[in-house]
């Protein structure tokens, strides 16, 4: 029996619950990558004063490292961290040196399965740092998703699954010379999803920065599509844990609403989930360190259909905003909370508040988001 809820949540205590800041700055790491630069804090104007509120600044993702999707900064500094511990160093290590000290005879593979951008990074720094990469994929992942990956040297493997049940098999194939990049959490697998989780954060250091340099010392709110919830406990657990305590607004599909049904049962309850343009949300379980996490620190939960999502893409496109559907949902999400008194009074939304939207993915790695 499907148990999944799609009506909107609310958590009135969440701004009060904290957390304790990161020992070590992702940042730092990433800084030392090839072509590193923080991704533009883009002002829509027009969508503020449609929405009714002060200030909405879209964080766009669409060129990030090379590769057209936020991912490559989890699975950057994961691959760093869990190949610097295999030789015997607690800490990231840059690509160049690990480069070296693995060494022409490396015999490591890099495994991890995905629904398209997740699995393009680890296939890009597996290339990067000389290494072979199996990437495992579900149905329905873009032919030009597909082609991206393969073009990074990886091995391709389609399999006539859902996501849930590829990641299963591909945490099968992790042994002594196979190490598994995944971006979901379970019993004793928490320590490459949290680094993933960690690399993330570098996302929402930017904003601070990027605001501080608009001359925005105030936050109102933050926006963030979430899958298994990686991306989300890192804005979470960010935003918990600094001065600013802004109000922290997830989505993500009508048709995979893990999250928001966990929220309503106060539970993880895996959910069937169907087809959407929205691939990188398609998600029916969220990720165990991640749900602890957004079950305190979650303001509010809503799902969005396929029409809103799709139509978000062309309005952001319109406003010179390259987004594919995942990161356009939250878009949708926003409007859906705007549009109601009740929900903007629940989520401390005004006239003058300052919202960022986390754009996740441009439209090339997405091109079912393309009109």
């Given amino acids: 029996m499907n148990t999944a809820m799609t009506s909107p949540y609310f958590n009135p205590a969440a701004r009060s619950w904290r957390t304790q800041p990161l020992r070590e700055a992702p940042v730092t790491f990433h800084r030392s990558l090839p072509g590193y630069a923080p991704t533009p804090l883009t002002p829509v104007p027009t969508l503020a004063d449609e929405l009714g509120v002060g200030e909405v600044l879209v964080k766009d993702e669409s060129q990030r490292l090379g590769l057209s999707a936020f991912k490559i900064l989890g699975a950057s500094y994961a691959i760093a961290r869990a190949l610097s511990r295999r030789l015997g160093v607690e800490e990231a290590l840059p690509l160049e040196r690990l480069r070296e000290e693995l060494g022409a005879a490396a015999t490591l593979t890099l495994v991890a399965a995905t629904d398209g951008n997740h699995g393009r990074a ?15 994929i579900p149905p329905g992942v873009a032919a030009e998703a597909q082609a991206a990956i ?95 305590a802004p109000s922290l607004l997830v989505t993500e599909p009508v048709v995979a609403p893990s999250l928001t049904t ?64 995942c990161g356009a949902a939250t878009l949708a999400a926003l409007r859906e909370v705007a549009a109601d008194p009740q929900r903007r009074h629940l989520v401390g939304l005004s006239d003058d508040s300052v919202v960022v939207l986390l754009s996740t993915e441009g439209t090339a790695a997405n091109p079912k988001g393309r009109q």
């Fill in 122 to 136: 680890v296939a890009h720094v597996a290339r990067l740092l000389g290494l072979p990469a199996t990437i495992y």
């Fill in 150 to 244: 393969v073009s990074e040297g990886a091995e391709l493997v389609e399999m006539a699954l859902p996501y849930d049940d590829v990641v299963a098999h591909c945490a099968a194939q992790a042994g002594e010379h196979t190490v598994l990049i995944q971006d979901t959490s379970w019993e004793g697998y928490q320590d490459v999803p949290q680094w993933i989780v960690d690399g993330y954060s570098t996302l929402v250091q930017e904003v601070d920065a990027q605001l501080s340099e608009w001359g925005l010392e105030r936050l109102d709110m933050v926006v963030v599509p979430t899958g298994v919830g990686s991306l989300a406990q890192a804005v979470v657990h960010h935003y918990r844990s600094t001065q600013h």
């Fill in 262 to 325: 966990a929220l309503h049962t106060g539970r993880v309850v895996p959910v069937g989930t169907g087809e959407t343009s929205m691939m990188g949300l398609n998600c029916g379980t969220v990720s165990g360190i991640a749900w602890p996490v957004l079950r305190e620190g979650v303001d509010a939960a809503v799902t969005v259909g396929e029409e809103q999502a799709l139509a978000a893409v062309k309005q952001l496109g319109a406003l010179g905003v390259d987004s594919g559907p």
